[in-house]
């Protein structure tokens, strides 16, 4: 049960990382910025990261996750 939960605590830890690596990677291609193309992809990317950012609220209100990766 506790490998169970540390699995999970990793799992969402990784997505707050993958999460922090597509924003760095928007913001600083400044090229990217400029395609007409990229704009609906950004969108998805914005609606994306709202759901998972509701998912690690929702997570983190409900789980033993708070000392693990984020100090309280």
Request: glycine content about 2%; proline content about 3%.
């Amino acid at each position: 049960m506790i490998i169970d939960q540390a699995d999970r605590d990793a799992a969402v830890f990784s997505l707050l990382e993958k999460m922090s690596e597509v924003y760095t990677l928007m913001t600083e291609q400044e090229v990217l910025k400029d395609i007409s193309s990229v704009l609906p992809i950004y969108l998805k990317i914005a609606q994306q990261t709202q759901e998972c950012a509701d998912f690690i609220v929702h997570y983190s209100e409900t789980k033993s996750f708070c000392g693990y990766v984020l100090p309280c």
